[in-house]
């Protein structure tokens, strides 16, 4: 990703080598390649949810902002920081921006 407005139109891609479990405490992700489970609160889980319904960075950013009160800036501070730590992890990948 390398510049905002790019940022802000990324979609990721799931990997196939994930399940995701989600529940009203938050998100439980499996690696399965690497037997690694991962934890996530509530806002962490919906912008897993959000992301599995193909919404790129911008528009997960404005229904979290929508959805938690938050600031625009906030919410895709938030969006970008938990996406990247997936990223690392490769369980997500970054799409081509339009």
Request: aromatic fraction near 4%; glycine fraction near 6%.
């Amino acid at each position: 990703m390398t510049n905002d407005r790019q940022t802000a139109r990324t979609r990721f891609q799931i990997s196939d080598a994930v399940r995701a479990s989600i529940s009203n405490d938050g998100l439980v992700l499996l690696d399965l390649r690497g037997g690694v489970v991962l934890a996530s609160n509530s806002i962490g889980a919906r912008i897993w949810q959000l992301a599995e319904s193909r919404l790129d960075c911008r528009e997960i950013a404005s229904r979290l902002a929508r959805d938690y009160g938050l600031s625009i800036d906030r919410a895709e501070h938030d969006v970008t920081a938990f996406m990247a730590a997936l990223e690392a992890r490769g369980l997500v990948s970054t799409e081509p921006a339009c």
